[in-house]
């Protein structure tokens, strides 16, 4: 009698720790996770410092409550609102994305470049007007429809709120560039793009350019010159440091953004 009872005991010990196991595991599951979308300067190669070049994005983790939301940081160095659509990384992302996940967003100095050479292709076109330029493209040598950069930027906005998701936009990180009056160069009206498309398609907005250009300004340029170990776009870690603060100085002047709850 003693064994049929202690085996029921074993039985039910098991039984119970594996609906714990299971719990924890739908637990983990319906975290809600923060995806992060950008070029080199959120996340160069793959977050790993080579070159000694970090992107913000790496250094956002630190901030976060890690044991209620998880972070994946999917930026790619040299990708364009359009490419980072083109090579299917958007695509993955939509794939597993989620009611009250959350979409971080920053893009703008690789759309900068050429839309129709002959080398690279990563461009798109300047404004937020329904623009189109038709090219062949050199990855699948048909035609290709390239828009502008807030036609762009109004897809990732507009599909992650479709998915339930929270779009947050950020414009574009600066470069060490300074005007002779010694204000940060502001890069093209990229802020005012990202600004206007955050607005008109109801996604949050952190001025990123601008405020990480307020503490340059109160450092000096030898100062922030330490930040950049061989050009003036990628930072070091502690440049890197400084902007991740900036997304965080962001996010908390935005009094009702969710995102909020979950920084420590």
């Given at each position: 009698?003693?064994?049929?009872?202690d085996?029921?005991?074993?039985?039910?010990?098991?039984?119970?720790?594996?609906?714990?196991?299971?719990?924890?595991?739908?637990?983990?599951?319906?975290?809600?996770?923060?995806?992060?979308?950008?070029?080199?300067?959120?996340?160069?190669?793959?977050?790993?410092?080579?070159?000694?070049?970090?992107?913000?994005?790496?250094?956002?983790?630190?901030?976060?409550?890690s044991?209620?939301?998880?972070?994946?940081?999917?930026?790619?160095?040299?990708?364009?609102?359009?490419?980072?659509?083109?090579?299917g990384?958007?695509?993955?992302?939509?794939?597993?994305?989620?009611?009250?996940?959350?979409?971080?967003?920053?893009?703008?100095?690789?759309?900068?470049?050429?839309?129709?050479?002959?080398?690279?292709?990563?461009?798109?076109?300047?404004?937020?007007?329904?623009?189109t330029?038709?090219?062949?493209?050199?990855?699948?040598h048909?035609?290709?429809?390239?828009?502008?950069?807030?036609?762009?930027?109004?897809?990732?906005?507009?599909?992650?709120?479709?998915?339930?998701?929270?779009?947050?936009?950020c414009?574009?990180?600066?470069?060490?560039?300074?005007?002779?009056?010694?204000?940060?160069?502001?890069?093209?009206?990229?802020?005012?793009?990202?600004?206007?498309?955050?607005?008109?398609?109801?996604?949050?907005?952190?001025?990123?350019?601008?405020?990480?250009?307020?503490?340059?300004?109160?450092?000096?340029q030898?100062?922030?010159?330490?930040?950049?170990?061989?050009?003036?776009?990628h930072?070091?870690?502690?440049?890197?440091?400084?902007?991740?603060?900036?997304?965080?100085?962001?996010l908390?002047?935005?009094?009702?953004?969710?995102?909020?709850?979950?920084?420590?």
């Open positions: 009698m003693k064994n049929i009872k085996t029921l005991s074993v039985k039910l010990i098991t039984i119970l720790a594996l609906g714990l196991m299971a719990f924890v595991n739908i637990s983990q599951d319906e975290k809600p996770v923060l995806y992060i979308i950008g070029d080199s300067t959120v996340q160069n190669n793959d977050g790993n410092g080579k070159n000694a070049y970090w992107g913000w994005g790496t250094l956002l983790k630190p901030y976060l409550d044991t209620r939301i998880s972070l994946q940081n999917h930026a790619k160095s040299g990708t364009s609102t359009r490419t980072f659509i083109l090579d990384r958007w695509n993955k992302i939509l794939k597993t994305l989620k009611k009250g996940d959350f979409v971080i967003m920053q893009f703008g100095h690789n759309d900068h470049a050429g839309v129709d050479d002959t080398s690279k292709q990563k461009g798109s076109l300047l404004g937020i007007s329904d623009s330029k038709e090219i062949i493209s050199i990855r699948t048909q035609k290709e429809i390239v828009h502008t950069y807030g036609w762009y930027m109004q897809k990732f906005i507009t599909e992650a709120k479709a998915k339930g998701a929270i779009p947050i936009v414009s574009l990180v600066p470069r060490n560039r300074w005007e002779k009056n010694g204000e940060v160069v502001k890069e093209a009206e990229y802020p005012e793009w990202a600004e206007t498309e955050a607005k008109i398609n109801g996604a949050y907005y952190i001025n990123l350019n601008r405020i990480i250009a307020g503490h340059w300004k109160e450092l000096g030898s100062e922030v010159k330490k930040f950049f170990p061989g050009d003036g776009t930072t070091n870690i502690d440049g890197a440091r400084l902007n991740a603060s900036c997304v965080v100085e962001g908390m002047q935005i009094k009702d953004c969710p995102l909020n709850l979950y920084l420590k």
